[in-house]
């Protein structure tokens, strides 16, 4: 077998290759990779909130499309935003999010705040002081009950430079 390092063909033979993977697997995990391995087993346990979870979407699991079991409320890393599968489902291609969309919801936050979504009602509405995305910015309602996009109604609204 042939392996292309660095501009060269280098001859592998399968014994070279067995030692690689054997060496690979037996070697010792450094602290990084053991902290990865935890969060990404323990991720829903350890973060129960959509707001820190938008803070770490690195460490939520993407799809590998090996037809486990994906539960429902699960959040996955998908393109580096956040998704959380609205029914049980299996990982598999066609049940991701961009194939079947309606087997997912977004996590309405980003970086920990939250997403000013185009309409809000009454029982999303945002408080005095809440933080709010809005169009790549980053903005504070200033009033509470605020039903109101900063694009409709600019005065219950403070734009917030970071």
């Known amino acids: 077998m042939k392996k292309f390092v660095n501009g060269v063909y280098l001859e592998q ?12 697997k037996s070697r010792p995990m450094t602290a990084d990779e053991i902290t990865r391995l935890f ?9 129960s909130d959509d707001a820190t979870a938008s803070r770490a979407v690195a460490y939520h699991p993407q799809m590998r499309y ?3 079991l994906i ?8 393109n580096g935003s956040l998704k959380r599968a ?3 489902l299996w990982d598999r291609e066609e049940n991701s999010p961009d194939n079947a969309p309606a ?10 705040i939250r997403i000013i979504p185009e309409v809000i009602t009454a029982t999303s509405a945002f408080s ?7 169009k790549g910015r980053i903005y504070l309602s200033v009033t509470g009950g605020n039903v109101y996009t ?6 219950n609204w403070e734009a917030v430079e970071v």
Do not use: F, Q
């Open 66 to 68: 090996d037809g486990a």
């Open 103 to 112: 087997l997912w919801e977004d996590v309405a936050y980003r970086d920990g």
């Open 128 to 134: 005095r002081g809440e933080y709010g995305w809005w």
């Open 13 to 24: 033979t399968e014994a070279d290759i067995r030692s690689a993977e054997l060496l690979e």
């Open 39 to 47: 969060l990404s087993r323990n991720i829903h346990t350890l973060i």
């Open 86 to 88: 609205a029914v049980d």
């Open 150 to 155: 900063p694009e409709v109604y600019p005065a």
């Open 71 to 78: 539960p429902a409320k699960t959040r996955i890393n998908w």
